[in-house]
């Protein structure tokens, strides 16, 4: 099993920025990418950026060039991921979630609430 610490959500005005953190342990040797999905009320869930072990990155279009996910994987048993995001919009208003793939499965969080709202 892969247990998650997600961080960094709240309540934040148009045009700040906010990080999010994401610390996963337990069964990470079979991760081989991290990222975060978000979902926001009466839509699907969506992806936002992901990364994998080797530092391959995606974003989806609507944060592309406003964020930035990063890792570390210095850690024999915790990968954490990291996703800044600047520049936000009403529209990022959402839970995120930290997800990881595993070999054959994969994980999520519980979630984080990120408003963005004067």
């Known amino acids: 099993q892969v247990q998650f610490v997600e961080s960094g959500g709240g309540l934040v005005q148009p045009g700040g920025s906010l990080r999010l953190s994401c610390a996963a342990s337990?069964?990470?040797?079979?991760?081989?990418?991290m990222g975060w999905y978000r979902q926001a009320p009466g839509k699907q869930r969506e992806l936002v950026a992901v990364?994998?072990?080797?530092?391959?990155?995606?974003?989806?279009d609507s944060v592309k060039g406003r964020s930035t996910i990063s890792r570390d994987n210095g850690k024999k048993t915790v990968k954490t991921v990291y996703l800044q995001m600047n520049t936000l919009k009403p529209e990022d208003t959402a839970v995120y979630y930290c997800?990881?793939?595993?070999?054959?499965?994969?994980?999520w969080g519980q979630g984080t609430q990120v408003t963005v709202s004067s």
């Open positions: 997800h990881a793939d595993g070999v054959g499965r994969e994980y």
């Open positions: 337990g069964t990470i040797f079979s991760i081989y990418a």
């Open positions: 990364i994998t072990n080797s530092g391959s990155t995606n974003y989806a």
